[in-house]
């Protein structure tokens, strides 16, 4: 291979990614002040500059070499598909006229992609694989052209050579690329993005000279799509992998090539990456597996490509067993393996730093490991695989003294918890037959507004969290706004949400959430075995961020004896108590809680899962018996936990929908169960939905227009639905021929009689004047609906707010 850089061999330390929204989260605030109008485009490009070079500064400090390019350059603006998609010119026929003449999208035009402007929805977003990151889906067609656009890439290589700093670019490689993506809407029936590999290639490869020419000495392309099952055959993707990897290594004047495989294990397909002529493959050895004996031989010999050992666990927060995993580091160097040590994944799925929780418990902060103790664990292990175990000593008898004291830490096992989810059996897990359930339901009148109609109205829960809301909770955080006065706070809030909906015409109401920082946080702060950190972001998608909570011990809801205390229904009763339209009791599902959660990695998931729901469970009977008679449970990470490969998928599905089941199935037959599922792609698990049981589903469908429901209609779903009519996820107000259009669409595929019309998700994030004008038009198209199929309610229709049998 010739190249136009320097041979730089690969590092003995490294990671794949690094959290990339910042410490204080500066780049979400860049953003947001440029697509606000605040900031211009130059001071958007230098804070984000600036972030990378404090990262990269930040990381040599850690250890990390400065220039034999350990530093991955994997800095999106917005998401790293798309940042892929721009730098492949891959723009869709719908967004065709962003494009300049050489076919090149610039930074503007790439957040039309990401957010949709007036006239357009912006690209799909779903869940990238079984992580709570959402990426923007490529739609790609067989006309879709593609053109190198490496500016943005090359600009990022050379203001770090400036500084100091060799790094290693970083794309979605091009088979992931395409298996990602989905056909575009001018597509034929059948056709599949990854036939599009050949034409995609030689833009790859001049990607490459172009990275070579500008100093970069490897580039890092990532394939986490081969360590999951696809629809496509096995012997395709292994022909998908044979074609594309020699043909990007017989690239004259090319960096070297790591390829990564997070997520999972690539199996079968290890083999032609590693034959490719890669000079490096990166292997997750989390949530995958050491390759076995015939499969390091691929690492052997002169020419052999470096194992990249993903060692250090790149999802969750927990301390690595050092000396294990150095254990396992040297056996694979006795097998021959040229080994370097990495993180699982990018570390953008943690937040930057535990050192600055000083509000953790110090014995919990001691158990605790985030992106710097993480790149810190990376290196104490390259450093014991180079000069032996006396090198880091210190550091392996730390690590294994801070295991041994969570494994005998008060409240990380409660028997009393234990002895009652082992008590539980089949019988409390699940409610009558749906037709028993139903007619329950017909059998409550609906106080003075009569049944509700067909094609009910409701949102999914959250209303806007205004920047008043946000500082009285900072302000009764900090100690500066009593008690009494903050509740007198939220119960105007609450009140002026309820009129809202009122005078908009919803016909099934909420509180709005104001009590709520976030829909898992404000749980694990009523819980006992949580904890909530203060600087713990982490990127869920664009500029938004999550502070994922800890969940460290045996769950149960705090207050005295085993049930403890409802802590919901003081807010939602109040809503209640000021309409005579049902309001719905909110509350989120076990199996979101757990995935939106750092979760303790001692016992099995389903066990923590069981514990969570029973907690649930007695918060599903407060509200009940507080006469709420709608109780949303909402479980949108259903999809995202979903195991990559299919032979692992039953028995997740089985012990997820049992832990929804036993949330919600302690109530009676007449109070109506709704659920919400958002961004996934939710036809694998069309089953699973189904054996939820709940008698209201609502879902996201407004980006995929709908497609979801073809498969629950071959399913024979026949339970209340509310595909989503509104993309919250985007700035842009829907119009309300758009919404009749979507209900139409809805309407080829369910009943009058069980469809409910209903936004994609919580409005949380979105501002009162776009959620006003969208509602309107939201209610005005379900109306009109109504108007044409003129059918009367029917079955899970019928509720009455605070009604006994």
């Not at 850690?62 to 492949?88: C, H, I, M």
């Not at 946080?521 to 713990?536: K, M, P």
Request: aromatic residues 6%; hydrophobic residues 45%.
């Amino acid at each position: 291979m010739s190249t136009t850089t320097p041979a730089v061999p690969f590092p003995a330390a490294t990671i794949t990614g690094y959290p990339r929204i910042g410490r204080r989260r500066e780049l979400k605030q860049a953003l947001e002040a440029y697509w606000a109008g605040r900031s211009t485009r130059e001071e958007l490009e230098a804070a984000a500059g600036e972030l990378q070079l404090a990262t990269y500064r930040r990381l040599v400090e850690l250890g990390l070499g400065a220039q034999d390019a350990s530093l991955p350059a994997a800095f999106p603006l917005y998401d790293q598909v798309l940042d892929t998609t721009v730098a492949l010119g891959a723009v869709p026929s719908r967004f065709a006229d962003l494009a300049g003449a050489d076919g090149r999208l610039d930074l503007d035009g790439s957040f039309v992609l990401a957010r949709g402007d007036a006239g357009r929805a912006p690209l799909e977003l779903t869940k990238w694989f079984d992580t709570n990151y959402h990426y923007l889906v490529p739609e790609i067609g067989p006309g879709t052209p593609f053109t190198a656009s490496a500016g943005r890439l090359v600009a990022d290589v050379r203001r770090a050579a400036e500084n100091g700093f060799t790094v290693r670019p970083v794309l979605v490689g091009p088979v992931s690329f395409l298996l990602l993506a989905k056909a575009d809407d001018d597509a034929p029936a059948g056709f599949d993005p990854l036939q599009r590999l050949a034409d995609l290639l030689p833009v790859y490869a001049q990607l490459l000279g172009e990275l070579a020419a500008a100093g970069a000495p490897w580039v890092q392309l990532e394939e986490p799509a081969l360590v999951a099952d696809q629809d496509v055959p096995a012997a395709r993707l292994a022909a998908a992998v044979q074609e594309a990897y020699p043909a990007l290594t017989a690239v004259p004047g090319r960096p070297r090539l790591l390829v990564t495989t997070s997520y999972g294990s690539p199996g079968a397909l290890l083999r032609p990456l590693a034959r490719s002529g890669v000079e490096a493959v990166h292997l997750d050895l989390v949530k995958g597996a050491a390759p076995a004996p015939a499969e390091l031989a691929l690492f052997a010999g002169e020419g052999a490509p470096v194992l990249v050992a993903g060692a250090v666990d790149g999802r969750n927060v927990w301390r690595a067993d050092l000396a294990g995993r150095l254990g396992e580091l040297e056996d694979l160097a006795r097998a021959g393996a040229r080994v370097a040590v990495a993180s699982s994944t990018s570390l953008f799925h943690v937040p930057h730093d535990v050192a600055e929780e000083t509000r953790l418990h110090p014995l919990l902060r001691s158990w605790l490991a985030f992106a710097d103790q993480k790149v810190g664990e990376i290196v104490t292990l390259a450093r014991g695989l180079a000069a032996g175990r006396g090198a880091v000593a210190d550091r392996l008898a730390e690590a294994a003294a801070a295991r041994r004291s969570r494994e005998d830490a008060p409240g990380v096992r409660d028997a009393a918890v234990r002895e009652r989810a082992a008590s539980l059996t089949s019988a409390e897990i699940g409610r009558a037959p749906a037709a028993v359930r139903r007619a329950a339901q017909e059998g409550r009148s609906f106080t003075a507004s009569g049944p509700l109609p067909p094609l009910p109205t409701t949102t999914i829960g959250s209303f806007p969290q205004t920047a008043e809301v946000r500082a009285a909770r900072a302000r009764h955080r900090a100690g500066a706004l009593p008690d009494a006065e903050y509740e007198g706070f939220l119960r105007e809030e609450i009140e002026r949400v309820v009129r809202l909906q009122e005078e908009l015409g919803l016909d099934v109401l909420v509180h709005g959430e104001p009590e709520r920082n976030d829909m898992v946080q404000y749980f694990a702060e009523h819980l006992d075995g949580f904890a909530t950190t203060v600087h713990g972001w982490v990127q869920s998608y664009g500029s938004r961020c999550t502070r994922p909570s800890i969940l460290w011990g045996d769950v149960s809801r705090e207050g005295p004896g085993l049930r403890g205390e409802a802590f919901t229904v003081p807010w939602i009763g109040h809503a209640q108590s000021l309409t005579d339209r049902p309001v719905k009791g909110m509350l989120t599902g076990p199996v979101t809680i757990l995935a939106w959660s750092f979760v303790r990695d001692d016992q099995p998931l389903e066990q923590t899962a069981r514990q969570v729901a029973l907690a649930l469970r007695d918060e599903v009977a407060d509200l009940e018996a507080a006469g709420i008679g709608i109780i949303q449970v909402d479980e949108p990470a259903l999809r995202e936990l979903l195991p990559l490969r299919r032979a692992d998928q039953q028995a997740y599905l089985g012990w997820s929908v049992d832990a929804f089941r036993l949330a919600t199935s302690g109530v009676r037959d007449e109070t109506q169960i709704h659920t919400h599922l958002c961004y996934s792609e939710f036809g694998e698990v069309v089953g699973a939905i189904d054996g939820l049981d709940a008698d209201v589903t609502s879902i996201e469908a407004a980006r995929s227009r709908m497609e979801v429901l073809t498969d629950l209609e071959a399913a024979g779903f026949s339970r209340g639905i509310g595909p989503g009519v509104w993309d919250i996820h985007s700035p842009r107000v829907p119009g309300q021929e758009e919404i009749e259009q979507l209900l139409e669409r809805a309407l080829e595929h369910v009943p009058a009689r069980t469809l409910w019309v209903n936004p994609d998700c919580g409005l949380k994030t979105r501002g009162y004047e776009e959620t006003k004008a969208s509602l309107e038009h939201l209610v005005a198209a379900a109306r009109t609906a109504r108007e044409r199929v003129a059918q009367p309610a029917g079955p899970a229709l019928i509720v009455q707010h605070g009604s006994r049998p």
